[in-house]
């Protein structure tokens, strides 16, 4: 058994970015290893109050910590063409070597809208990600390359600064189908925290994908992100849950909205029963510790945890001294 790779999730929709540096340094010192970094370019509800440019913060936290960094996760294909996704990722791999790597999804109305045009339903979402993922891949081999495809035309160009080895590419999912085509064609596996039964089978079909192609999952990270609400009272906890995170107690699919002031008359809804198997909270750091490590047994890698609160110093000292080192893989 060893110690279990426990990062922050650092939450850009809630602090200021020079907050959310300081809080990442705080929560390496404390024994988290790595941070993740939500791209947003708007906060799920007003309340939340933030929304800084992932790519920037992600420069800061390279200088500042001494973990893996990652945006978690970044859409390829509305707001930025594929291209220059690549070239923000080669640029942090050759600042940071091993140290970045690139967590892609296929994108949300409340973030992707902002530059107008068609927003397709899901599957077309997905057919665009796998183009874009296919042109990233082909400019992380370093060659002149161009594409023309369904969606996006790429003149022949190439990445002039390039690291020695690529950034690995992770795909963020919580459906059976992309989990499978995620083992096959990229390099590890993004998903929220659901059901023990629904991370096991999204485990199990990554796994079959990269069998498929040849490749030993036992290699491939699989990542959860976990949302919590950790507070010394289960009322302070429960609190920050239904304030500053409602969004995690809607019990529906959330990508077609387009406006935080929409998220937060929808937040008027929730109920503190709505977060059951959804989201931990507590107060007994225990409890927490159990949580985390049930996925941690399912074989999952890395755990980014998120404590909902704006209590994150409080939560980062607790967890440091009480949670983490108990956990193991």
């Excluded at 893996?68 to 940071?96: K, N």
């Excluded at 369904?150 to 950034?167: I, N």
């Excluded at 008359?265 to 709505?274: H, I, N, P, T, Y």
């Excluded at 996925?295 to 110093?313: E, I, P, S």
Aim: aromatic share 10%; charged share 20%; hydrophobic share 40%.
């Amino acid at each position: 058994m060893s110690r279990a790779n426990i990062g922050y999730a650092a939450m850009l929709e809630q602090f200021h970015p020079t907050e959310v540096v300081e809080l990442s340094v705080l929560a390496e010192q404390a024994g988290f290893s790595g941070v993740m970094a939500a791209d947003h370019f708007q906060p799920w509800v007003p309340q939340q109050g933030q929304a800084s440019f992932v790519w920037n913060v992600l420069t800061a936290l390279g200088e500042r910590t001494r973990g893996d960094i990652g945006p978690g996760v970044t859409c390829p294909s509305f707001r930025f063409h594929p291209a220059m996704v690549a070239q923000a990722s080669a640029t942090l791999e050759a600042m940071y070597p091993g140290r970045f790597w690139l967590g892609l999804g296929s994108g949300e109305a409340l973030n992707e809208h902002v530059v107008g045009g068609y927003w397709p339903e899901a599957a077309g979402r997905l057919k665009r990600m796998w183009e874009a993922v296919e042109i990233i891949q082909k400019l992380f081999t370093g060659k002149d390359v161009k594409h023309a495809g369904e969606y996006f035309t790429l003149e022949t160009s190439r990445l002039w600064t390039m690291p020695a080895t690529p950034p690995p590419i992770y795909v963020a999912t919580s459906g059976p189908i992309t989990a499978r085509r995620t083992g096959k064609l990229c390099d590890g596996i993004i998903t929220p925290g659901a059901t023990v039964d629904k991370i096991s089978g999204l485990l199990a079909k990554f796994e079959e994908g990269a069998r498929e192609a040849g490749k030993d999952s036992a290699t491939m990270p699989k990542i959860l992100q976990l949302h919590l609400s950790w507070a010394p009272t289960d009322e302070e906890a429960l609190r920050n849950a239904l304030v500053e995170w409602p969004n995690g107690g809607m019990k529906f699919q959330k990508q077609d909205i387009r406006s935080p002031y929409d998220f937060e008359q929808m937040a008027k809804l929730v109920r503190a029963e709505d977060f059951d198997g959804r989201m931990l909270i507590s107060s007994d750091p225990d409890a927490h510790r159990k949580e985390i490590q049930k996925f941690l047994d399912l074989g999952v890698d890395r755990v980014y945890l998120h404590n909902v609160g704006r209590n994150q110093q409080e939560w980062i000292e607790v967890f440091g001294r009480d949670v983490l080192p108990a956990l193991s893989r």
